[in-house]
């Protein structure tokens, strides 16, 4: 029998898993407190709540495929079996790791048999981005025709690993991570369960929150552990330190926590909050970034966002970057912290960035128009003859050494690309254009 088979057949029949653990046959905490109904869910207000998503679902009778995106242990899996339980409809769990293509036919025949006898289906898909293309597309025919509600559960980017046609058939609800207040409420439900307080003074209570990082699933299983502990008086934070394993901070170095957190990094310095832009740098160091990344992305930091209004803001990220390559890990993320606190710091000017955008458009726009044949050199004799070079102004033999000529092709209007602003070094730049457009309004009076 499919382990997908064995899955449901718990499910079907409300059996409980036997925990063997230490000769014990109680289940673990966070089986015990899973909520019984929509209403005990902790957290997660936003799509459950009266007027939110999922509240103008069931109300209206009305509720649809969907897609749930978020952290893990923010109640994916809970949500999932309680919708099924409030629309009345048959609940199967299915993960992509261990499901295959055959597995899923038999998952949808067994539905269509179900759905001939008055019964809907809602089969809840863990991992969902974890199948692949075809195995996506084997949903489409049963969820048009009825024969299953499908809720699939991810914690990567639908926009990214779902197959367009599944996401325009779903609704995409987004789960949030826990807040301190919702792991709390939690605790207390816990310990409630477990009649007892957990042995923590105020400040070891609170750490031990922030360890689950807004996984209610881990704050339950860590409380778990304290609670078995035999003390006598109240541990405080270093003792509960000493005692419990830190929980690894969550992120994914190729997937969205990746990119969430390169983006504050980013916006922060563009910002120019340096203290905002160094709690996200050691972020990313915290949760295991490469810091030649970063390295490379605060030196694009100085070209986009700072650029010509401090020059000097390139060659620090510059230095930094090889001061890095050449001290190592962790003395030199030091320098990628300068950096970082310098370009914050830094003026502003994306001016050359936009400039070179609009001159790329322009010259996507005028194809393959020549250069203006003055400007053009004459080698040959031939050249010569059909006027390269003809009328050529040499900048240096004229009055300020600018001779105000046309550098664009003939056929098109001179383009301005490149505005520079009224701060930093862009200042000087600023004024020496409009010295530079003067002086060209003259020569060519």
Not at 338 to 354: C, D, E, G, H, R
């Amino acid at each position: 029998m499919g382990l997908v088979y064995i899955m449901a057949d718990l499910f079907e029949t409300g059996a409980a898993v036997p925990n063997t653990a230490h000769g014990s046959t109680r289940r673990p905490l966070a089986d015990r407190l899973r909520p019984k109904s929509l209403g005990e869910v902790i957290g997660q207000e936003q799509v459950l709540g009266p007027e939110a998503s999922l509240g103008m679902m069931l109300s209206s009778g009305s509720l649809s495929s969907l897609i749930f995106w978020g952290p893990p242990g923010v109640g994916k899996t809970t949500i999932a079996r309680l919708l099924a339980d409030e629309t009345d409809l048959h609940f199967i769990q299915i993960s992509a790791i261990f499901t295959g293509m055959p597995d899923l036919r038999k998952v949808f025949e067994a539905a269509k048999m179900r759905s001939v006898n008055g019964k809907g289906t809602l089969l809840f898909v863990d991992e969902i981005h974890r199948f692949n293309k075809a195995q996506q597309d084997g949903f489409l025919p049963h969820m048009e025709d009825g024969t299953i509600l499908l809720v699939g559960a991810t914690t990567e980017n639908p926009s990214f690993e779902l197959n367009s046609a599944v996401l325009s058939r779903s609704q995409v609800i987004i789960l949030e991570r826990l807040s301190i207040r919702d792991l709390e409420r939690m605790a207390q439900r816990a310990e409630k369960d477990l009649a007892c307080k957990l042995p923590l003074d105020g400040l070891a209570r609170e750490n031990l929150l922030e360890m689950a990082d807004g996984d209610g699933r881990a704050l339950l299983n860590l409380i778990e552990q304290v609670a078995a502990w035999k003390v006598e008086v109240k541990l405080d934070t270093d003792a509960l330190s000493t005692r419990l394993m830190k929980r690894a901070v969550h992120y994914d170095k190729s997937g969205d926590e990746h990119y969430n957190l390169i983006s504050a990094l980013h916006k922060s310095v563009r910002g120019s909050d340096p203290d905002a832009a160094l709690y996200w740098f050691a972020r990313m160091l915290k949760g295991g970034e490469d810091p030649r990344f970063i390295a490379r992305r605060i030196t694009r930091m100085a070209i986009e966002d700072v650029g010509l209004a401090d020059p000097q803001a390139q060659h620090i990220c510059l230095q930094a970057w090889q001061t890095f390559e050449r001290l190592g890990s962790p003395e030199g993320e030091l320098a990628l912290a300068q950096a970082l606190t310098y370009l914050a710091l830094a003026p502003k000017s994306n001016a050359v960035y936009a400039a070179f955008k609009d001159a790329m458009a322009a010259a996507s726009q005028t194809g393959s128009e020549p250069p203006p044949k003055h400007i053009l050199n004459a080698p040959t004799s031939l050249m010569k003859d059909i006027g390269y070079g003809d009328g050529y102004a040499y900048d240096h033999d004229a009055k300020d050494a600018f001779s105000g000529a046309n550098y664009f092709p003939d056929s098109m209007k001179r383009g301005v690309y490149y505005n520079p602003v009224d701060r930093g070094f862009e200042r000087d730049l600023k004024k020496r254009i409009d010295y530079f457009a003067k002086l060209r309004d003259k020569r060519n009076g």
